[in-house]
C-alpha cells in the first residue's frame, strides 16, 4: 500500500517556475514507477514525467520535455517535479500516481494517486 500527498501548487505567472512534490508513505519506492499527470476542466488526464525508483530512468509527454524535470528523494520518499518557463496552457490539477514495476505513461495503469494540487498560470 503507497499513500500520496501532493503540494507546491499555486498561482504564478507566464514564465515562473515551480516545484511540485510527491511524498509517499506506507512503504518504499523501490519497486514502483511514478508519474505525474494533469488534467484540465473538460480535458482527459495526460502524462507529464515519470521516474523509475530504483534506476532513476525518466520519461517525459511532448509538453514537458525541455521545461519540466522530475527527480527522485530516496531517504525522503519523495518525487519532484521542477516546471520552469510556465504558460497558460499548463494550467491543470497535478497529480501524482504509482505502480509496481512498469513502466508507464498512461493513467489507467497506475494503481495509487494522490489527491491533486492546483497549477495556474497566469498570461
Known amino acids: 500500500q503507497v499513500q500520496l500527498v501532493e503540494s507546491g501548487g499555486g498561482l504564478v505567472q507566464t514564465g515562473d517556475s515551480l516545484k511540485l512534490s510527491c511524498a509517499a508513505s506506507?512503504?518504499?519506492?523501490?519497486?514502483?514507477?511514478v508519474g505525474w499527470f494533469r488534467q484540465a476542466p473538460g480535458k482527459e488526464r495526460d502524462f507529464v514525467a515519470n521516474?523509475?525508483?530504483?534506476?532513476?530512468?525518466?520519461n517525459y509527454g511532448d509538453s514537458a520535455k525541455g521545461r519540466f524535470t522530475i527527480s527522485r528523494d530516496i531517504p525522503k520518499n519523495t518525487v519532484y517535479l521542477q516546471m520552469n518557463s510556465l504558460k497558460p496552457e499548463d494550467t491543470a490539477v497535478y497529480y501524482c500516481?504509482?505502480?509496481?514495476?512498469?513502466?508507464?505513461?498512461?493513467?489507467?495503469?497506475?494503481?495509487?494517486w494522490g489527491q491533486g494540487t492546483q497549477v495556474t498560470v497566469s498570461s
Open positions: 500516481a504509482a505502480r509496481r514495476l512498469r513502466f508507464s505513461r498512461i493513467a489507467s495503469e497506475y494503481d495509487y
Open positions: 521516474i523509475d525508483w530504483n534506476g532513476g530512468r525518466t
Open positions: 506506507g512503504r518504499t519506492l523501490s519497486m514502483y514507477v
